[in-house]
């Protein structure tokens, strides 16, 4: 029987991508801002299709299906009434919504048709639709509640839901303004970091912090009631009819303007994060409790971008009802691409969930091997660095593994980059900088020298999933950095936080083979299962895809060593290659966030 390709689509908003689906199996998954190297990318995600068509071997014209994970004309009538009950303070925004809707938006189908070149069937889902499928269809439940939060889809903001087998529906929502991911990300703005990109900051930011300062303030934004729902009080917000999120009665509630994006950062800023992720937790809790009461399940699904929230997370897990929690690893836009390919094959063509469908692991990207990246060192990276790299091939895994480990003991910083790119925010092992957590001094290393990035920024640590009870109270999998919980033992400092909580990931050899034994070497030799794992880019830059990628990243940065597949490259063999100015270009081309 003939295959059925399912392409799902995310764009024009933040972090477009895309997603191809076999016959209901994940084949292909891919952020567009990899390939682009601009961050969170919202522009029509070609490379990422092109990257899973070619993954899977096939053309556009075998496609079964295009899913785009949005109805624009529902989206148009959310921005076109909003704009019009704020008349005439919407007056600027309606105009410049309008020129880029009647521009491109609002010709969704026509512009995938014409941007694909494909004339087959082209589908629509509903945002959180696509956000709960994403969610509920790569869990391995049979049945879930399920639970989106996050910023605005069409109109709905927090959508309650069940799945059961194939069927997926959403029975309970609240609507745009009323939005507990527009308040994050207003208080994200208000405290001088990026909307839409730099919420994480808060939260890292937040254990810094006392909440009580601020925690009365913070309740007056919000009228929370029993059940979860909520009310936001919009006289203290502007993104209904202005380009800043928040205006002059929230600056008046919290004691001053807003702070200048990179200007130091007071107490005030940081007991303000912490009231907002104190009230985000309580919001959480009480949506997932009512989730529980109106479909009784021992599971629970999340998505949307608040999902990514791991603090609250870690709440939900240790004080919500349910059993089971199955986060999406990329809960933000770029998952729903993943989660309108699947609502389609389930829901629409009603195919089984089946167990071997169920999430396993995230990487789903491009993969270079050993030729490939010995190709790009031999012969093309040093025309563009103007100079011959010198490297080491290792002839076997167990040699390479073995010398790794101990660079890492011996407290290098290393570039790793093996097998296929991950999907979804987070470098799992793919592409990530990794580092010896009992060595304090690579905290501030690794954030100042080689991140550029703030000091107050905790990082992630790896741990055998075996020996995760030893050395975090946490009694299960986060396989996808997804959960906070309280560190148990002393000794791993450069990944404990302030509150001395960390944002675990377990692994499984089944998940990464190569970065699992690289860790259990590592634990073999000092008897500590646990390393730093952080993204492998400098700040404002997407995780790296390329061997060119990560070479440069590298070159431009205090990384002792890079390991590509079997190489590795010393920094101090290599640095007849660095020069000041072109570290200063390599930065410069990168948005601080």
């Known amino acids: 029987m003939k295959p059925i390709y399912i392409l799902g689509i995310s764009c024009y908003y933040h972090d477009s991508a895309a997603v191809l689906l076999k016959d209901g199996a994940i084949i292909a998954a891919a952020h567009e801002e990899r390939f682009t190297r601009i961050k969170h990318d919202e522009a029509f995600p070609h490379r990422a299709i092109e990257f899973c068509l070619h993954e899977a071997g096939i053309t556009k014209d075998e496609l079964s299906y295009v899913v785009f994970y949005d109805k624009p004309l529902t989206k148009f009538e959310r921005i076109l009434m909003t704009t019009i009950d704020a008349w005439p303070r919407g007056y600027f925004q309606m105009l410049q919504s309008l020129t880029m809707w009647l521009s491109k938006k609002l010709w969704m189908k026509q512009q ?14 509903e945002h959180h639709i696509a956000h709960a499928a994403s969610a509920y269809f790569s869990s391995s439940f049979e049945d879930a509640a399920v639970v ?18 194939s069927d997926l529906t959403l029975t309970h929502s609240i609507h745009f303004p009323h939005s507990l991911g527009l308040l994050y990300s207003a208080v994200t703005g208000y405290l001088g970091f990026k909307v839409n990109s730099a919420e994480y900051k808060v939260m890292g930011l937040a254990p810094y912090g006392n909440p009580e300062p601020y925690l009365d303030a913070m ?19 502007a993104y209904t009819y202005g380009f800043r999120m928040t205006n002059r009665h929230f600056h008046k509630l919290f004691g001053g303007k807003p702070r200048r ?27 997932v409790r009512h989730a529980h009461q109106i479909h009784p399940s021992e599971n629970l699904c999340l998505a949307g971008g608040v999902a990514l929230n791991c603090v609250a997370n870690g709440r939900i897990l240790r004080e919500g009802p349910f059993k089971n929690i199955f986060i999406q ?38 993969a270079f091997s050993d030729d490939d990246i010995e190709h790009y060192l031999r012969d093309v990276a040093p025309k563009e660095l103007d100079g011959a790299l010198t490297w080491k091939k290792f002839p076997d895994e167990s040699s390479l593994l073995d010398h790794v480990a101990s660079l890492i003991d011996r407290e290098n910083v290393i570039g790793w980059f093996q097998g296929r790119m991950e999907f979804g925010p987070r470098s799992l092992g793919a592409r990530s900088i990794i580092a010896d957590a009992r060595n304090e001094k690579n905290w501030k290393k690794v954030n100042l020298k080689i991140k550029f990035r703030e000091s107050f920024r905790p990082f992630a640590p790896t741990v055998l999933e075996d020996r995760v009870n030893e050395w975090f109270d946490l009694d299960r999998e986060s396989p996808y950095m997804l959960l906070v919980a309280p560190v148990k033992k002393d000794g791993i400092p450069a990944v404990t936080h302030v509150d001395r909580s960390a944002r675990i990931q377990t692994i499984r050899r089944d998940q990464h083979p190569r970065y699992y034994d690289l860790i259990k070497r590592f634990a073999d030799r000092t008897g500590c299962p646990v390393i730093i794992n952080t993204s492998f880019n400098v700040r404002g830059e997407p995780i790296v895809c390329s061997p060119r990628d990560a070479l440069l990243c590298f070159l431009n940065t205090e990384m002792d060593y890079l390991v590509l597949g ?16 072109a570290r200063e270009k390599y930065l410069e081309q990168f948005a601080l966030d």
């Open 112 to 125: 995938i048709a014409k941007d694909l070149e494909y004339d087959g069937e082209i589908l629509f889902t």
């Open 148 to 165: 989106t939060v996050d910023g605005v889809g069409e109109w709905e903001t927090t959508t309650i839901g069940h799945g059961k087998g």
């Open 219 to 237: 309740w007056k934004l919000i009228d929370l009631k029993e059940d979860g729902s909520y009310k936001l009080d919009m006289k203290y917000f």
């Open 261 to 287: 994006p990179e200007s130091p950062l007071e107490q005030k800023h940081k007991d303000i994060a912490a009231a907002l992720q104190k009230v985000t937790e309580e919001v959480m809790l009480k949506i």
């Open 329 to 366: 690893p990329a809960s933000g836009d770029a998952g729903g691409a993943l989660g309108a390919a699947q609502y389609v094959w389930h829901t629409v063509l009603k195919n089984p969930k089946k167990p071997e469908q169920a999430m396993q692991h995230v990487y789903y990207g491009p």
């Open 566 to 581: 079997s190489i590795v490259l010393s920094k101090e063999e290599n640095k007849n290659l660095l020069k000041g100015e």
